[in-house]
């Protein structure tokens, strides 16, 4: 895929010469313009583009950065045997677990960032636990949470804080996480991404890119 992109981006930067003799506008010179939308440029990974010739600069911007981050959920999983008799009891009539599910559940959701290549940098989940009884959630925690990297020169640092409780009939709990980016022998981005699942008393659950429970 690097063979890939850098062919991809000196066809690019080559198009930028207007006349034969012009000369192709150094890293210093180039312009905020030339960033995709949603990628953020910190000093210290201004300082790095700043070494680099334009083809290179253009590649490390466009694989090496994060542009979006999207989130996927699991399915509601009981995890005692009062969620599993509640579930069967749904399902004998065709119908799904609400309004009411007695029992304690857990949902996994996941967070990816990815470049503006499409290339996926980093992915972070959280797997929340809940219970409830009858309209009334009644506990929360946290089940499972964790990291991974997928492109060169990330790497996952793990679980900065986490927290759990119930707020507003929810069942909450998030985890924290770190991730950095390393390029020319130094550290020059690190994000910290967070994950929120809400579990309700229907055996339901949202997922949020919130720290913390309230």
């Not at 929360?140 to 640092?157: F, I, K, L, N, V």
Request: overall charge neutral; charged content about 20%.
């Amino acid at each position: 895929m690097r063979s890939t992109i850098r062919t991809t981006i000196a066809s690019l930067v080559a198009g930028l010469t207007l006349v034969a003799g012009a000369s192709v506008a150094t890293a210093q010179e180039s312009s905020a313009s030339d960033v995709p939308a949603g990628v953020e440029i910190t000093d210290e990974v201004q300082r790095y583009l700043d070494t680099l010739d334009p083809v290179e600069r253009a590649e490390f911007i466009e694989s090496k950065l994060p542009a979006e981050t999207e989130m996927t959920a699991g399915s509601q999983v009981p995890a005692n045997d009062a969620a599993v008799r509640s579930l069967k009891a749904a399902q004998s009539d065709g119908s799904t677990v609400t309004p009411l599910a007695t029992g304690c559940w857990t949902q996994r959701w996941t967070g990816k960032a990815k470049a503006t290549f499409g290339n996926v940098l980093y992915t972070w989940y959280h797997v929340g636990y809940w219970c409830a009884s009858g309209t009334k959630v009644t506990k929360a925690d946290t089940r499972d949470a964790g990291g991974e990297t997928s492109t060169p020169g990330w790497r996952y640092e793990g679980i900065m804080r986490e927290g759990h409780g119930v707020v507003s009939n929810q069942g909450r709990s998030y985890t924290q996480h770190k991730f950095v980016l390393g390029a020319g022998g130094i550290d020059v981005q690190s994000p910290t991404e967070c994950l929120r699942v809400n579990g309700k008393y229907n055996a339901t659950a949202t997922g949020q890119y919130i720290c913390g429970i309230y």
